[in-house]
């Protein structure tokens, strides 16, 4: 008996495949627990910002290929594996979006309402982490390649990031580690937080052959895998270390 599968089918019969090899990424430690303790009974909730949105679209690659598009693809298969793996998320857009107040009139104006709102949405979540999902670009760089994970400067934020670029390194960087950074204060959303945040650059829109992996529906959730790996595991550097106590 042969079945014929449609183009389309294959494709997603593949993708569910992948959905579940990359689950199995992030719980390859059976005793992964959540990064931060719960605090006065109050749960844990994972912002996770998917970067820019609507009609501004963020870097964009040589060919015109936009980050905001792609972040959002990530910050969907982050929630998915977070929650399968018990967590609480919370996304600042689920489309393609400008999550700013309405009747404004210039670009800049919605730009700075649309920080000013993501901030707020961050602030207003009680016991919130932050993890915003970005793509770089360094146009006088084309080479430049790989993830990197910034941190702010709210308790606990560098241990996490430390752990994400640890499961970042060896799921996408191969041979081409990466330290994290802590993030400038030219960033709006993660100076203006209070809650511990992570910014994840997921590759560089300026290097072509990064571009198209970017693209990737497997690419984005082996990345996904590793980010949220990278969360749950740093549960176990709390219990060593005590630095997310």
Known sequence: MFILLRKRDLVLSCLFCCFFFGLAAVLWRGNAIPAFRVRDEVP??????AGHGGEDGGAVSPGGVAESQINLAVSLRVSELLRF???RTRLTRSGD???CDENLETVRQRKTSDLKNRVKLVEETENAILLSIHQNSL??????????VFWNRQEGAEALASSIQDTLNTAVNTGNGKHPRQIPDSIYLMKHITAPGVLVECGFLSNG??????????YQLRLAAAITAGYLNAGEMENESGELE
């Open 44 to 49: 844990i909730t994972v912002v996770i910002d």
């Open 85 to 87: 793996a018990g967590q």
């Open 97 to 99: 979006v400008t999550i």
């Open 139 to 148: 146009p006088s760089s084309p080479v430049t390649h790989g993830a990197q």
């Open 209 to 218: 052959p990064e571009t198209e992996r970017l693209q990737s529906p497997a």
